[in-house]
């Protein structure tokens, strides 16, 4: 996923500026299958999903299809359901590996629900996202403690979270028991945060420099040049950007050809 904002030098001469701001990119989902339509329906079945780890005893867990209410998906036609109710603090678990930029903002977001009465049964589904694929929170982050009761089912809500990658390897899993009814999980996505692109200008400075300034403190972009938009031979700079108040700057010598410049953020 790139946003690039380019800039056209004409010539060394004058300057005619062309500004341009990225398109905007859908943004990928980084779950597979978070909506359960892929591999049809089964206990235990889970396709995409890497990481599952039923409950030690009574587990009850898998993908369903149905269109009859409360049974139903929040989005297409299959969801998962999770009704286990084990005796010995376990649960029915199941995450997936998701591969992520250290320092980088991901949003969670997951929609659950409930088909019938959970009143007085201690039924709980857990998202956590970390590295055990547990509850540990001395490794894992606690997303949402969902503990329904109530004496009728409970329509989708939705749930969603921004964090900060602290790792590049980690475990979104889902942990739940319900005895009397099953809590329903369906629309699971994780998407990359995209900073709005700053703006970015250039001009002739003394002794024949160019100037490229852009707003601080947009981490992460860098600039590119090339000499034909025709090709996809772009430059990476080495200069190391220098902040002055608000703004990153860098200065390089007037070429001696058209140029195009562009800012991309990986």
């Given at each position: 996923?790139?946003?690039n904002?380019?800039?056209?030098m004409?010539?060394?001469?004058?300057?005619?500026?062309?500004?341009?701001?990225?398109?905007?990119?859908?943004?990928?989902?980084?779950?597979?299958?978070?909506?359960?339509?892929?591999?049809?329906?089964?206990?235990?079945?889970?396709?995409?999903?890497?990481?599952?780890?039923?409950?030690?005893?009574n587990?009850?867990?898998?993908?369903?299809?149905?269109?009859?209410?409360p049974?139903?998906?929040?989005?297409?036609?299959?969801?998962?359901?999770?009704?286990g109710?084990?005796?010995?603090?376990?649960?029915?678990?199941l995450g997936?590996?998701?591969?992520?930029?250290?320092?980088?903002?991901?949003?969670?977001?997951?929609?659950?629900?409930?088909?019938?009465?959970?009143?007085?049964s201690?039924?709980?589904?857990?998202?956590?996202?970390?590295?055990?694929?547990?509850?540990?929170?001395?490794?894992?982050?606690?997303l949402?403690?969902?503990?329904?009761?109530?004496?009728?089912?409970l329509?989708?809500?939705?749930?969603?979270?921004?964090?900060?990658?602290?790792?590049?390897?980690?475990?979104?899993s889902?942990?739940?028991?319900?005895?009397?009814?099953?809590?329903?999980?369906d629309?699971?996505?994780?998407?990359?945060?995209?900073?709005?692109?700053?703006?970015?200008?250039?001009?002739?400075?003394?002794t024949?420099?160019?100037?490229?300034?852009?707003?601080?403190?947009?981490?992460?972009?860098?600039?590119?040049?090339?000499?034909?938009?025709?090709?996809?031979?772009?430059?990476?700079?080495?200069?190391?950007?220098?902040?002055?108040?608000?703004?990153?700057?860098?200065?390089?010598?007037a070429?001696?050809?058209?140029?195009?410049?562009?800012?991309?953020?990986?």
């Amino acid at each position: 996923m790139k946003k690039n904002i380019a800039i056209k030098m004409i010539s060394t001469a004058g300057l005619a500026l062309g500004f341009s701001a990225g398109s905007v990119f859908a943004q990928q989902n980084l779950i597979v299958n978070g909506s359960f339509e892929s591999g049809g329906a089964g206990i235990e079945h889970f396709p995409g999903w890497d990481a599952i780890g039923p409950a030690n005893n009574n587990s009850d867990y898998g993908v369903a299809q149905s269109s009859v209410s409360p049974d139903v998906a929040e989005q297409g036609n299959f969801f998962a359901y999770f009704h286990g109710h084990p005796t010995d603090s376990s649960q029915d678990c199941l995450g997936q590996t998701v591969h992520l930029t250290v320092g980088a903002q991901y949003t969670i977001s997951y929609y659950l629900a409930t088909d019938g009465t959970t009143l007085g049964s201690g039924a709980a589904m857990y998202v956590v996202i970390g590295t055990s694929f547990g509850i540990d929170y001395s490794q894992d982050l606690l997303l949402t403690e969902y503990k329904p009761n109530s004496s009728n089912a409970l329509p989708y809500q939705k749930f969603t979270t921004t964090i900060t990658a602290t790792n590049s390897s980690e475990i979104l899993s889902f942990h739940g028991f319900d005895a009397t009814s099953a809590i329903l999980v369906d629309n699971v996505s994780m998407t990359l945060v995209v900073p709005s692109p700053p703006q970015l200008s250039l001009k002739l400075a003394p002794t024949n420099m160019l100037l490229f300034t852009w707003t601080a403190p947009t981490n992460g972009y860098r600039l590119q040049a090339n000499s034909s938009l025709t090709t996809t031979n772009w430059m990476t700079l080495t200069n190391t950007p220098v902040t002055v108040g608000s703004s990153n700057q860098i200065f390089l010598p007037a070429p001696a050809r058209n140029m195009f410049y562009r800012l991309t953020l990986p």
